[in-house]
């Protein structure tokens, strides 16, 4: 079903927890952003996840490269790769609040947002995770949860450059 929808409808996407599940290639133009995990990036390329946590930038490239659209690989360093170029994009700017639940649904919903902006996939992936890790540094390590990252992007997004 999600495959078809991909291929059918010629909208922004971003690709996430379930409807990653058994997702196979696809072939579609509008910008396209899958947001897996470790576990959920093993399972689509068919390798364990010990090894996509040993080999997290060949593993993303991978993915980009099978589904022919930006894959943003969470993870403490967030991963952003992107079909036919050889550099991936490295976010690390977060903080251990961003490991609790919800927090790739924040994720998530911030792609989504850039990519309704117009941003391309690429663009929007990696300012998306940026905007997240950066907003996680504003609040209360202990006790965090992933309502209070969202709080805190208007911090970030408003912020003079």
């Known amino acids: 079903v999600v495959r078809r929808l991909l291929e059918e409808l010629d ?11 058994d997702l196979e290639p696809f ?11 470790e576990g959920e990036l093993a399972h689509l390329l068919g390798v364990q996840s010990s ?8 593993a993303v490239k991978r ?20 079909p036919g170029e050889d550099g991936v994009l490295v976010v690390a700017l977060g903080t251990p609040a961003l490991a609790t639940a919800g927090s790739g649904d924040v994720l998530t919903g911030i792609v989504a947002a850039f990519l309704a902006k117009k ?14 890790q950066l907003a996680s540094r504003m609040i209360p390590q202990a ?19």
């Open 11 to 21: 909208r922004p996407a971003v690709v996430d927890a379930d409807a990653l599940h």
């Open 27 to 37: 072939s579609r133009s509008a910008p396209t952003v899958l947001t897996p995990h």
């Open 63 to 82: 993915a980009a490269e099978t589904f022919g659209c930006v894959c943003l690989l969470k993870g403490a360093d967030t991963l952003v790769a992107t």
């Open 119 to 132: 941003l391309d996939a690429r663009t929007a992936a990696a300012a998306a995770a940026a905007a997240q």
């Open 143 to 161: 006790g965090a949860v992933a309502s209070d990252v969202i709080g805190a992007l208007p911090l970030v997004l408003d912020a003079p450059v």
């Open 51 to 58: 090894w996509v946590a040993a080999h997290r930038i060949e």
